[in-house]
């Protein structure tokens, strides 16, 4: 295989645009795709023309505008090249107006109020930042979304304004230090991405995984991920091959798929990317979540992305890797070595912490899911509660900036930044942290909270805009100031001091920091109800109106279809258990009972002791009567839910109300199955699934 040649063949990069477009066609469209500029419309169906001769010769039949509504998933329509001509035939063609704007019925996708539902029109718009590319036979033109009134419906369109806002007041913090080769700043992010396989067959049996991908009973095998051996072990035969395919398949998309692996939990892995800028990764990142499941089903297995498939073992996240970089390929994260790059560094950091202090509501909920709600707090993910990680030794450099003194055994002068070099960092100052929600990791920050589904676009959406303002107020006084290198020490010093509550190296999974949080007057969102609603909280409206992102009316919005989602999941879930509940596992353990009890009968006649059956009949029979009732309870709490004045409403009632009897019901569930025969029992245990794949 070579690989050089196999990756990005099916994808419209600038390799392909240099051979396929005139020169002055090229320019103007990379010029637009490295400053933002808007497109020329007189190159547009130059353009077009050229990717439809391409993807023609690579087999296309069909275009679609690919794009990510509020759903989670991706969407497309697909459109044929084909135009009849007057014989009777056809030809192939596309236009420049098809290629940079498309109209899709927007009335089935979630709007959150900003329209209603005969308001049908929608309008998606060719982002050129972000490479076409070929699946399926089908030119994909990854796309923004919106409504006929011009309300942002997708995730891609805010992420960009988000990119714009970092840039703009990145550019003004680099041009105060002197900086004037830079002409632009991106973020880019790395996503690792868990996951778990398992035999397609195993998957089919269990309603629960298919309508909610994970599983609502299972007891506890006798052996999980105990003896920590599937960890960086090697790899299984068929797991190994559906690994090798993936990579192809992904390469072929030009997805940089690096690092593959094991992970802690039986049948569970990994697969990490190279960083690259976020809108591309963002897109990637959704492309990839398909490709895994697409690749799964050719070898008879089915990928699980679910943030908690299986209760008792790890679930599954996806560590967002975030960091800022010019385009003349400086990292804005690197500490460096010299006075000036060491002043630029420790500015670039605080106003990371600072933003992550005063916004930490606005991260909690960007990773907040019914699905993720599982996964938090638990011993593989980092709690609720947000922190920032830097390591001792960075945060000896805090320590001293703030008090202006040296730090220990590095410096014998005092600390201005500017003036005095910091002592020279290495690239890993200290240890990882694995506990932490959001740490520094020598050059970049892995935010580690979200969860294996999530699209990264909303986490860092978050974090450019959060960050972007901060840079904003820093910007604003530092342009200001008659000396610049005393105000950017005051500056600094000052944000340490005020911030520096959210600054923690220890221990995030034990009690006492949930003690010292709280004493710090940190928040602890323990659940999405409690987290989504603050999305529209004045504040927060603010900061996203000041930088562009998103109107109010689109906050709002977004708030009520967060709240809306995380509802009808829980529902979804609580109709699957009580249908399983009642048609399968209710009839099974009575068909158990019963026989057991005509095993009593039998012994009873020929005198034989029967008192553990006889207990266990009993023990059984109530259990399945409680569960049968449970599931009369939810039954009832989901038609209460439907009267509910409002959508925050609902998701507290579910969160407060519904999951407390989904969470008993599946307990006399689970301890039935440790007491039923396994030939009555109506669907695979975790044992068969998590050991099914050689």
Known sequence: MNVPELFASNVFNLQVMQEKLPKD??????????????????????????????????????????????????????????????????????????????????????????????????????????????????????????????????????????????????????????????KC??????????????????????????????????????????????YFGPIKTRVLAYMEDLDVELWKLGILAKTKHNEVAPSQHELAPIFTITNVASDQNQLMMETMKKVATKHGLYCLLHEKPFAGINGSGKHNNWS??????????????????????????????????????????????????????????????????????????????????????????????????????????TDRNRTSPFAFTGNKFEFRMLGSTFSIAGPN??????????????????????????????????????????????NNYSPEWTKEAERRGLLNLKNSAEAFPRFASPKNIALFERNGVFTAREVTSRTEIMLDNYSKVLAIEGLTMIEMGKKDIFPAVNRY?????????????????????????????????????????IERLLTAAR?????????RFFAEKVIPVMQEMRAFADDMEMNTAKEYWPFPTYGDILFSVS
């Open 25 to 182: 066609v090229y320019r103007s469209l990379k010029k637009t795709m490295d400053r933002g500029t808007p497109l020329d419309p007189n190159v547009a169906g130059v353009i077009a023309n050229a990717m439809k001769d391409w993807a023609v010769e690579k087999g296309a039949t069909h275009f679609t505008h690919w794009f990510q509504p509020m759903t989670g998933i991706t969407a497309e329509k697909h459109d044929s090249f084909i135009s009849p001509t007057k014989d009777g035939k056809v030809i192939m063609e596309f236009s420049g107006k098809e290629l940079v704007v498309g109209e899709s019925d927007a009335s089935s996708f979630p709007s959150g109020g900003v329209r209603a539902t005969f308001e049908a029109r929608g309008y998606t718009a060719w982002d050129p930042t972000s490479f076409a590319f070929i699946k399926d036979n089908t030119l994909c033109i990854p796309t923004t979304f919106v409504s006929y009134g011009g309300e942002v419906l997708d995730k891609k369109t805010p992420l960009l304004r988000s990119m714009a806002a970092i840039n703009k007041q990145a550019m003004r913090i680099l041009r105060l230090f002197g900086n004037t080769t830079a």
């Open 185 to 230: 700043v991106y973020p880019t992010v790395g996503a690792e991405q868990e996951y778990f396989l398992i035999d397609r067959k195993m998957y089919d049996a269990r309603k629960d995984l298919v309508f909610s991908g994970r599983t609502l009973f299972g007891a506890k095998p006798p052996k999980g991920q105990e003896l920590e051996d599937h």
């Open 324 to 429: 800022l970089c010019t385009d003349t390929g400086v990292n804005l994260f690197d500490p460096g070595s010299t006075p000036a790059e060491n002043g630029q560094f420790m500015l670039f950091l605080v106003a990371v912490i600072k933003a992550v202090d005063e916004y930490q509501d606005l991260l909690r909920l960007s990773v907040a899911s019914a699905g993720n709600d599982h996964r938090l707090g638990a011993n593989e993910a980092p709690p609720a509660i947000v922190s920032v990680f830097v390591g001792e030794e960075l945060e000896e450099v805090l320590d001293a900036l703030e008090h202006d003194v040296k730090p220990a055994g590095k410096q014998k002068q005092t600390l201005k930044l500017g003036v005095d070099a910091l002592p020279e960092l290495p690239r890993d100052t």
């Open 461 to 506: 959406i978050m974090l450019n805009t959060i960050v972007a303002d901060e840079l904003r107020i820093f910007a604003d006084e530092l342009e200001k100031a008659p000396d610049f290198t005393a105000a950017l020490h005051t500056l600094v010093a000052r944000t340490i001091r005020e911030h520096k509550r959210i600054l923690f190296n220890g």
């Open 593 to 633: 009972i019963a026989d057991l009890c005509s095993l009593i009968e039998r012994k009873k006649a020929l005198d034989l002791p029967y008192a553990q059956e006889q207990a266990l009949a009993v023990k059984l029979s109530k259990e399945n009567e409680s569960l049968f009732a449970c599931a009369g309870e």
């Open 643 to 651: 009267g509910c004045e409002n959508a925050e409403a609902a998701a």
